[in-house]
Nanobody, 122 residues
Framework: QVQLMESGGGSVQAGGSLRLSCAASIHTVNPLWMAWFRQVPGKEREGVAA???????RYADSVAGRFTTIRDNAKKTLDLYMYSLKPEDTAMYYC????????????????WGQGTQVTVSN
């Protein structure tokens, strides 16, 4: 089991930027994939961005070109840089780790962080 600790998030005005950070516990195997998901109340959890140990990345269409990930395999961290934020990006963001058959689907991600809130206002 991989323990994941998220940091960052907060409130920002539309057009602004935020960075989320996720750190996996150092005494675990480096996850094949690390990813960020988000969820708003009443909706399903959505895959936002994923980054493999081999540097393959996947982004949801809704964030492509605005979000980017940086993964440090030595530190077992995954940072999500979010630019040009929109009110519809408001959600609880979760870090995940695992061996998913599809990088942006939650199936196969066995380890999850507690979540960090991102709020974007007009």
């Amino acid at each position: 089991q991989v323990q994941l600790m998220e940091s960052g998030g907060g409130s920002v005005q539309a057009g602004g930027s935020l960075r989320l950070s996720c750190a996996a516990s150092i005494h675990t195997v480096n996850p094949l994939w690390m990813a960020w998901f988000r969820q708003v109340p009443g909706k399903e959890r959505e895959g936002v961005a994923a980054h493999s140990i081999g540097s393959t990345t996947r982004y949801a269409d809704s964030v492509a070109g605005r979000f980017t990930t940086i993964r440090d395999n030595a530190k077992k961290t995954l940072d999500l840089y979010m630019y040009s934020l929109k009110p519809e990006d408001t959600a609880m963001y979760y870090c995940a780790a695992g061996r998913p058959p599809s990088a942006l689907a939650s199936i196969g991600y066995n380890d999850w962080g507690q979540g960090t809130q991102v709020t974007v206002s007009n």
